[in-house]
């Protein structure tokens, strides 16, 4: 089975602050993906990496960076946490984008005080 | 810009009953459509995944259908069970960049 892995279930961060949420994959996909989900605007896509070291902005990659040193490692960081960057995060991946589904982590509930 | 809309946003039935989601999108120009459950604080289970040349899934008791020139998708599920309830999510994928999901159908099995 496909393990997709996220480092906290639960985070609470500070105004300011620098912020790495980490998510890890077990079954060698290329194509990794950050969403956030929202009550009310759904799952939004922040950025995506379809290999080691490559990554594409999504729909709402303002305040956010990326990093995949490895292929089984994709980070999310929040450069300085805002109050509007509480949300529940959202690691996916996929081995073929056009014909596969995507494997999701549990998520990262963040809160931004 | 894709979009999706998923009505109902909110259901709740008795158990054992037959229901229906609804899904539909704006650009039909998509390699596959995918029905995922999400359960509270959690995050999605893959359900089904219809490519874009096909017409139908199964799995179980659910059954998704594409009807990809009119831009719908329904998501049928059979003699529902209290553990069905969940909220369901439609999603399309349009390219490289991964899915565009609706908002959900938050669905109460009632025992």
């Known amino acids: 089975d496909v393990k997709v892995t996220q480092s906290s279930r639960y985070l609470v961060k500070r105004t300011g602050e620098k912020v790495f949420l980490e998510c890890v994959q077990d079954?060698?996909?290329?194509?990794m993906f950050w969403y956030r989900q929202d009550p009310g605007l759904g799952l939004r896509l922040i950025y995506f990496?379809?290999?080691?070291?490559?990554?594409e902005k999504g729909d709402i990659p303002e305040g956010y960076s990326v990093s995949r040193e490895k292929k089984e490692r994709f980070s999310l960081i929040l450069e300085s946490a805002s109050t509007n960057q509480t949300s529940m995060y959202l690691c996916?991946?996929?081995?073929?984008?056009?014909?596969?589904?995507?494997?999701f982590g549990p998520g990262t509930r963040l809160t931004v005080l | 810009k894709q979009e999706v809309t998923q009505i109902p946003a909110a259901l709740s039935v008795p158990e054992g009953e037959n229901l229906v989601l609804n899904c539909s999108f704006t650009?039909?120009?998509?390699?596959?459509l995918q029905w995922f459950r999400q359960d509270p604080g959690k995050g999605l289970t893959s359900l089904l995944l219809?490519?874009?040349?096909?017409r139908e899934q199964t799995s179980g008791r659910l059954n998704a259908s594409l009807d990809k020139s009119s831009g719908r998708s329904t998501l049928y599920i059979a003699a529902s069970q209290p553990g069905d309830s969940a909220t369901y999510l439609c999603?399309?994928?349009?390219?490289?960049?991964?899915?565009?999901f609706g908002k959900g159908t938050h669905l109460i099995i009632q025992p």
């Open positions: 650009d039909s120009a998509i390699y596959n």
């Open positions: 999603a399309v994928c349009g390219g490289a960049d991964g899915l565009t």
């Open positions: 079954m060698d996909h290329e194509n």
């Open positions: 990496s379809y290999d080691v070291k490559m990554k």
């Open positions: 996916a991946s996929t081995l073929l984008v056009a014909t596969d589904t995507q494997y």
């Open positions: 219809i490519q874009s040349s096909q």
